[in-house]
C-alpha cells in the first residue's frame, strides 16, 4: 500500500479537521462540535500523512461495550484514491479488535459511491436502511445504508 501515515486525532486538532471536514461534506461541523465529540469517552479519532505533517484525511471512531461505529471520515478531494480511507478503516478496525469490539456499524447514503466502494472492499454487508436519513442542499433527502462488519 501507499506511504500513508497515521497519528492520534485529539481534541487539540478539531480545527484542522472542521477544515478537513467541510471539504468534504454539504454541512461541515464546526470545531467546536469536533472537539466535543474527541473528548467524549469511548471515541478515538485518527489523521492520515503521506511524506509531510499535512493532514490528508481523518476518521473518527466510537467504541462502546463490544461495538465500533464510524463516526466520520474523509480524504482530502486532491488526494483521494491513493489509500488514505483504506489506511485510516484498516487501523480503526485493528484499535476497535483490540480493545473488545466484535463489530464494527457505520451509516452512507446510498449514492455515496466512492464510500460504498471503501466499505464494501472492507467486507462490509447491509444491514438495514434509514429512510431520509440525510438531508441534502435544497431540501432533499437520501436514504442511508447502514452496514456491519464483524470482527471475531
Ligand atoms: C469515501 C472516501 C473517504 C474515500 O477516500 P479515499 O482516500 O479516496 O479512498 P481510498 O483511496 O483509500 O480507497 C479505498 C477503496 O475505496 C473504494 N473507493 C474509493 N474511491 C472510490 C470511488 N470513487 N468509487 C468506487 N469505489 C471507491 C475502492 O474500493 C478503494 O479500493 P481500491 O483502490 O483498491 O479500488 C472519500 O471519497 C471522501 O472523503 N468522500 C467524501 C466524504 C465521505 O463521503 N465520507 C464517507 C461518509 S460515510
Excluded at 471539504?23 to 465529540?37: A, K
Amino acid at each position: 500500500m501507499s506511504g500513508v501515515s497515521l497519528t492520534p486525532a485529539l481534541p487539540v486538532h478539531a480545527a484542522v479537521l472542521s477544515q478537513l471536514h467541510s471539504e468534504s461534506f454539504d454541512e461541515g461541523w464546526s470545531s467546536q462540535s469536533l472537539q466535543t465529540t474527541l473528548e467524549t469517552p469511548g471515541v478515538f479519532g485518527l489523521i492520515a500523512n503521506i511524506d509531510t505533517d499535512e493532514p490528508l484525511g481523518f476518521g473518527l471512531f466510537r467504541l462502546s461495550a463490544d461495538e465500533a461505529e464510524v463516526i466520520t471520515i474523509a480524504t482530502r478531494p486532491q488526494v483521494r484514491g491513493q489509500g488514505i480511507a483504506r489506511a485510516l478503516m484498516d487501523q480503526a478496525l485493528k484499535t476497535a479488535q483490540e480493545n473488545g469490539a466484535c463489530s464494527m456499524f457505520l451509516e452512507v447514503a446510498t449514492d455515496n459511491e466512492a464510500a460504498l466502494g471503501l466499505y464494501q472492499n472492507l467486507g462490509f454487508e447491509e444491514v438495514g436502511r434509514r429512510k431520509d436519513y440525510y438531508k441534502r442542499p435544497g431540501g432533499t433527502h437520501q436514504d442511508a445504508v447502514v452496514m456491519v462488519l464483524k470482527l471475531s
